[in-house]
């Protein structure tokens, strides 16, 4: 799919990987529609956007929320037209081991709550952005690309049962749909991000960054451009389908 002049939203792109994404897709001509659930951060990317001669709206949006993703998802036809891609970002993480114990006492246990908040945002969210999107999609009559943004950690991570599975099932969705909406002319891809240099990373100590990237063949952390370009390449290439790309820097070889 050629992006200029297409309608592309992003979950998750007021910051970081998403704002990244942004970058990469408005300069191939995007117009750009950034979900988000805080509105100083959406301005702060759209001006930035802007600035680059990038076309970008925000439009505020929790993706775990039916009602306000159907309402984002017509607001964003209404005022840019019906979409042609979707990037599924927006995510969370809420760690802590199943269990933890000391000489033989639990002493604390993955809360229900916990769980339930990331499989919300990064499972539910992406259902149901996937299914207005794919809505939007058929009833334009133009083909279309959604792109669901997974990890590395879906192989399984000490202390995120939560998330790690989400991300499995996100890659589950990913081969489903592909097969169910290659015939409305929809192509659905993933990205499986390795450990990427973004706000979170900036915070950890060096000793800390240095024990993270010692067991990345490359040596050093990603960076957002990496993982946009990756989605990039799934928007425009019209054979790939139903796959995920490992961006990781070879640490899963």
Partial sequence: MQLDNTVIAITGGAQGLGLAMARQLGGQGARLALLDVDSATLDRA??????????????????????AVRQAFSD????????????????????????????GKVEKTLSLDKWQQVLDVNLTGVFLCGRE???QMIEAGHQGV?????????????????????KAAVVALTTTWAKELARYSIRVGAVAPGFIETEMTASMRQDMLDKLTSGVPLKRLGQPEDIAESVAFIMTNDYFTGRVIECDGGLRL
């Fill in 46 to 67: 759209v001006s930035s956007l802007h600035a680059a001669g990038i076309e970008a709206r925000g439009f505020i949006a929790n993706v775990a929320d039916e009602a």
């Fill in 76 to 103: 964003i036809a209404s005022s840019l037209g019906p979409i042609h891609g979707l990037v599924n970002n927006a995510g969370i993480v809420r760690d802590g081991l199943l269990v933890k114990a000391r000489d």
């Fill in 133 to 135: 999107a794919a809505v």
């Fill in 146 to 166: 959604i792109v669901n943004i997974s990890s590395i950690s879906r192989a399984g991570n000490m202390g995120q049962s939560n998330y790690a599975a989400a």
